[in-house]
């Protein structure tokens, strides 16, 4: 190993591509990839870090060219080092670009200015000052006067207090700093997004099963799945462990999903850790978040919360990243590279050492089977605190109603259900499994849908008559004629919860509803608006998609109707089944978070499908035994290992050639899939074809995906467009 691959000072410099150095006699064998070195750089050949991204026998240019390593550099903070291990782990598990890898695991690319506090400091006595301010309102000075007769009082003033209620100008302040009256000073502040200003809180005494999985994860460094129901007291076993690792002098990255991340989630942790924990969220400026990845790397705090990115907040001595609700799809990075948020904290963990706690209340399969393989130590809370028990559910087949001739979308038990909550005084949510937005529109004659001219995707209407197209934004005119068949019998075909309250609000026209879907929570703020208003008991009866069934404790719903339970099961994609009964559990567990005890209505067209029935008696075990029988018949993960690779062009037989092309590329020991028209087989005039790797194991696959990088970097592409996804 005779050469390093070198990034040049990646905070500085704008850097595209690898440099390549001779690694010095007496430093082979001690240079790795990660290791911050110093290089000749540049005209002048002076040196510059640099981070060596990899190590190898052939030198790309004749020897004679390359320069040496001057040195390992100890002056750099290792934790960047660290990180770019991580980001080249990333590179080879994703595929992405080394600087794509590296802008994603160093959110801070370029630093801010820090934002500055200036101060006004008297630099006389008082007595000189009073007779100052004497001379200033002789002279008629006012502005002067003002700040004088303040300055008799207070030695230091804030520039803002002057400047804002004093006001005086800038110039008057000047020209008392000329005559030496006072001086100007500034320090840096950092921004801090939160300000904790509350109480704080004690431990709780915990349960045994607390007890038990504190102790567990407290005592050994490892990987760890909290498997506990909803609201079994996950968040109070995190508040211990965190506390007991900052107490061993590490700091510790709690990932909760975007979602999640309310102001009361928040509020616990800052009763318990005060300022010492802070918080990033996608809100955040750049600057915001420069401030947050300082204040870890000097030791100011030692929590962070934050969603998925908050994994790469470089703190000095990592011991531990915890990650709620782990089985959430917002895990899984849009962006190239779309890393796993799960796989990549356990390499993090990994190299730093540090220890990986999942909790979920529905364990992700991929979790819950490494958990049976012994990768992770299981741990089980399986009791709720807070003296409720787990709701009741009931199934109800739609297709009973309809024969007995219930055309509303409301079942008779579920609208007796509500009836008798409304009565009692008591909360309910109604949730509409169903992802997509309100009502595209179809012709009841032919039954042509209308669609977007640009991707294959169906228009749907909204309140302003206007039909829109969420890929793209296409707007266009509400249409009142079938364009195909001319009929004027074209309706929105709604299932969607705008439906859901009009429904509501004709059969119970004394109930107070509330709605929250994307379309209610476009506003700022929105989200937590509805959130809080439904917990301060302004509205009998909360609708919504699956926003409104993640993580949210009102104690006063003993009611949850889930409506379409199985419409997600018609979802294209294996994991549907797993998907439909997370929802419909966290939808059940919503229910008799207080006193009383709760129950749920699962209304659905296909009440022997497995994820329905599993979810309504809450048998985790039962649907895990069945879901990973369905995935080792069919080689799916977490039994077998695919990527699904996407090519786009606009130029439907170029992209169909591209896959076939990529297709040849695979290796004996991996099947692939396809080339098929993807499920969204056009957006924005590009066409979109698929293929999926299949294979027994991350490495075979990871083969297979590596060729065809190599292809398509020879490739003679025109503006075809290649992604892969690791599912
Ligand atoms: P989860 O995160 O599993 O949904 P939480 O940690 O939010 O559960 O706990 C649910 C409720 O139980 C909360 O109101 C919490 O204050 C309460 N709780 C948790 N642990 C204890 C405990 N050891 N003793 C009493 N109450 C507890
Ligand atoms: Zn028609
Ligand atoms: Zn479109």
Redesign the pocket.
């Known amino acids: 190993m005779n050469y390093a691959n070198v990034i040049i000072d990646i905070s500085h410099e704008k850097v595209d591509r690898t440099f390549q150095y001779i690694i010095p006699e007496e430093l082979k064998g001690s240079i790795k990839p990660g290791d911050c070195v110093n290089v000749p750089f540049g005209k002048g050949n002076s040196l510059r870090h640099s981070y060596v991204i990899s190590i190898s026998d052939k030198s790309e240019i004749e020897p004679e060219r390359l320069k040496y390593i001057d040195s390992l550099s100890d002056s750099f903070n290792r934790i960047q080092s660290d990180y770019i291990k991580l980001a080249s782990w990333m590179k080879d598990t994703y595929g992405s670009t080394m600087i794509a890898a590296l802008k994603t695991v160093l959110p801070v690319k370029k630093p801010v200015k820090l934002k500055e506090k200036k101060k006004i400091i008297r630099k006389l006595s008082s007595e000189e000052t009073a007779s100052l301010y004497s001379e200033a309102i002789r002279k008629k000075h006012p502005a002067k006067a003002r700040l004088l007769n303040e300055l008799v009082k207070e030695e230091v003033l804030p520039y803002e207090l002057v400047t804002g209620k004093l006001n005086v100008s800038s110039s008057t302040i000047n020209s008392l700093f000329k005559d030496g009256v006072i001086s100007i000073e500034s320090e840096s502040v950092y921004r801090n997004p939160v300000v904790p200003d509350t109480e704080r809180d004690k431990a709780?005494?915990?349960?045994d099963e607390?007890r038990y999985a504190c102790d567990t994860i407290n005592e050994k460094t490892g990987k760890y799945l909290l498997h506990?129901i909803?609201?079994?007291?996950?968040?109070?076993v995190y508040l211990n462990i965190i506390e007991k690792t900052i107490a061993r002098g590490q700091q510790c990255i709690m990932l909760i999903p975007e979602i999640a991340l309310t102001y009361q989630t928040l509020l616990r942790f800052y009763k318990r850790f005060g300022d010492r924990v802070s918080v990033m969220n996608s809100t955040l400026s750049a600057g915001e978040r420069y401030d947050q990845c300082l204040r870890a790397e000097k030791g100011d705090i030692d929590v962070i919360i934050g969603p998925r990115s908050a994994l790469f907040v470089p703190f000095p001595n990592l011991g531990m990243v915890i990650i709620d609700e782990e089985h959430e799809s917002t895990y899984i990075s849009e962006q190239n590279p779309r890393y796993h948020t799960k796989e990549t904290a356990e390499e993090l963990c990994r190299i730093k050492n540090a220890t990986l706690v999942l909790g979920s209340a529905t364990p992700s399969l991929e979790s819950y089977y490494g958990a049976k393989n012994g990768e992770y130590t299981l741990l089980r809370?399986t009791r709720r605190?807070?003296g409720g028990t787990l709701p009741d559910a009931e199934i109800v087949d739609m297709r009973n109603e309809l024969r007995n001739g219930n055309r509303s979308m409301l079942s008779r038990r579920l609208s007796e259900l509500i009836k008798d909550r409304l009565d009692k005084k008591e909360q309910i949510m109604l949730f509409l499994n169903k992802r997509g937005y309100s009502g595209f529109l179809n012709c009841r004659m032919c039954g042509h849908v209308i669609k977007c001219p640009h991707c294959d995707v169906s228009l749907s209407r909204h309140n302003d008559g206007r039909l829109k197209c969420h890929y793209c934004g296409y707007e266009t005119g509400d249409v009142k004629k079938c364009p195909k068949c001319g009929s004027e019998h074209i309706r929105a075909f709604r299932v969607g919860t705008q439906q859901v309250e009009e429904t509501v609000k004709k059969m119970f026209p004394q109930a107070y509803v509330l709605r929250m879907d994307a379309d209610t929570t476009q506003e700022k703020d929105s989200y937590e608006k509805i959130l809080s208003a439904f917990a301060d008991n302004e509205a009998d009866i909360l609708i919504g998609t699956q926003m409104i069934v993640k993580g949210h404790?009102f104690p006063n719903v003993t009611l949850v109707g889930a409506l379409a339970a199985d419409l997600s099961l018609n979802d294209s994609d294996f994991r549907t089944g797993e998907k439909t009964f997370q929802l419909l559990a966290q939808a059940i567990g919503r229910a008799g978070r207080g006193e009383k005890t709760g129950l749920a209505i699962i209304q659905t067209y296909r009440p022997d499908h497995y994820s329905i029935i599993d979810a309504a008696t809450q048998d985790y075990e039962a649907f895990f035994e069945e879901e990973i029988s369905y995935r080792r018949l069919c080689s799916y993960p977490p039994a077998g290992c695919m990527v699904h690779v996407l090519v786009t062009s606009d130029d439907e037989r170029r992209a169909l050639g591209l896959a076939t092309a990529l297709k040849k590329r695979a290796d004996k020991d991996v099947a692939i899939i396809g080339p098929a028209p993807d499920v969204i087989s056009k957006v924005s005039d590009r066409f979109r074809y698929g293929i999926y790797i299949k294979g027994r194991s991350k490495e075979s696959v990871a083969a297979t995906r590596l060729k065809m990088e190599e292809f398509l970097d020879m490739a003679p592409l025109i503006n075809e467009n290649v992604t892969f996804d690791v599912l």
Do not use: I, N, P, R
């Not at 909803?230 to 109070?236: L, V």
């Open positions: 709780k005494e915990l349960s607390q506990g909803t609201g079994s007291g996950k968040t109070e809370l605190l807070t404790d």
